[in-house]
Every structure is written in C-alpha cells, then in structure tokens.
C-alpha cells in the first residue's frame, strides 16, 4: 500500500506522488518534497495548483509529445510562479502499427533518446529548480523509467526503484484501466492481448535495470555514456538526498 504520506491526492491530477524518504547504498536519503511525480495535470483545480506552489513546487517537466500537449495542455505552462519545462522524450507514436512492449518501449528510451534524458537532468539541475514534478500521460512509463534513471543515480537501490515503479499500478487503480480499454478498443487493439501494456510489475523494472547494469556498467556510467557529467550526477545526489539524521535527533 502506498504511504499516506507519498501519494498526494489532488483533484484534477493522477498518480501524484513524493518519491522522497527512500534509502541509498551509502545510508543517505532522498529529500521529501523535492522531487515529484505524476500524470497529465490539465484537469488540476485552480485550488489544487495552489497546493503544489504552496509546497514549494518550483518546476514542472512535461515528458509528453506535442500532440499530448496540445490535446490537453499542461495548467502551469504559462505560469509566473512555475518554470515549465518541455522535454518530450518521443515526438510520434511507435513506428508499428500494434503497440511495442513495455520492455522495447523503454530500452528505446534508453538508447535512443539520448539527447532527451540528458535534457531532463540539466533541467533538475537549473539553478532553483527544485522542488520539480514530472509528469507524462499516466505517470507510469515515461516518467517511470526517467524517475528510475534519477533514483538509481544517486544510489537508491534497484529493488528500491522497481518497488517505487510498480505503485504506479496501485495510484492509477480501476479507472485509468477503463480509459485505457476504451483507448484500445478504438484503435483496434485486444485487450485481452495488451492488457498487460497498463501495467508496472517491479521485475520489469528489474530487469530493465540489470540491463543497465550489464551493457553500460550501472546507471551512472549509462548517464556518463549520453553525456551526464559524472559531476552533474555528484551535485544531483546532493540536491535529492540527505545524511541519515544522527541517532537520538529528530529526523
């Protein structure tokens, strides 16, 4: 189940959550609300857009393709308090007529879209970014596997990230599964067949990673590969964790 305090609810706005408090390899840990994830946020209430600047969102970056955008703009993309930010990680639909995989979906991530990913971390690095939301359509794999690069990178074990992956399942719930079988039935597609495309099952995540690990070495030196400067990962490490508070003081 997912923390009360992870999973933000929000009227307008799906699978939003803190990806703070989780645990790195060195005893660090990620800073709460400073980091934020999410689905498309056109329908947040202009209440609800006051809750996230309130919590001192500075910066929102939309992974969504220009049609995605246009169909259904993103409610902070002209604000003056918010810095938004367009990093579309794909600018058309898959070259095949039936859906990829979730697996080839992100590996093309991950070896095609360089210049994109690069993107992202030099936009959580711009001076006052933080705290940052983002988003896509569902929040689940766009957003799932760049948000997993982020984790991994400054140390949070992959169990960890696949664990964080997989509550996308659990935040999107019945509904989402609804729209996305009306989506399929109009283009055609079995659901029966690519039911399985709605979901984030960790050991997906997993071997995602262990891919990782296997062609390039890690996540960090994947990032170093596609031009993240090992010192830019150094200074994001710094910006989303912290120490361990000492023991017999207050976290």
Not at 161 to 176: I, P, R
């Amino acid at each position: 189940m997912v923390e009360p305090e992870r999973r933000l609810l929000l009227e307008g706005i799906v699978n939003l959550r803190d990806v703070g408090g989780y645990g790195t390899s060195d005893g660090r840990y990620t800073r709460w609300r400073t980091l934020f994830r999410s689905g498309c946020v056109d329908r947040l209430s202009l209440a609800g857009q006051a809750s996230l600047v309130e919590a001192g969102l500075r910066t929102v970056i939309d992974l969504r393709d220009d049609e995605e955008v246009v169909n259904r703009p993103n409610v902070f993309a002209d604000s003056r308090r918010v810095r938004y930010r367009r990093v579309p990680l794909f600018d058309e639909p898959p070259p095949e007529e039936l859906p990829p995989s979730l697996e080839v979906g992100y590996w093309r991530m991950l070896e095609q879209r360089h210049a994109r990913i690069r993107a992202v971390f030099e936009a959580l690095l711009e001076p006052g970014a933080p705290p940052v939301l983002i988003q896509c359509h569902a929040g689940k794999d766009r957003t799932g596997m760049v948000v997993a690069l982020i984790l991994a990178a400054v140390g949070v074990p992959h169990a960890t990230v696949a664990a964080d992956y997989a509550l996308s399942a659990e935040c999107l719930g019945a509904e989402f599964l609804d729209e996305t079988r009306t989506w399929f039935d109009a283009r055609g597609w079995s659901w029966d067949e690519y039911a399985h495309l709605s979901g984030s099952p960790a050991e997906l995540m997993l071997d995602v990673l262990a891919g990782v690990d296997s062609r390039y070495g890690g996540v960090p030196q994947y990032l170093a590969s596609i031009g993240v400067r090992p010192g830019d990962v150094e200074a994001l490490r710094e910006l989303l964790t912290h120490a361990a508070p000492a023991a017999g003081r207050a976290s």
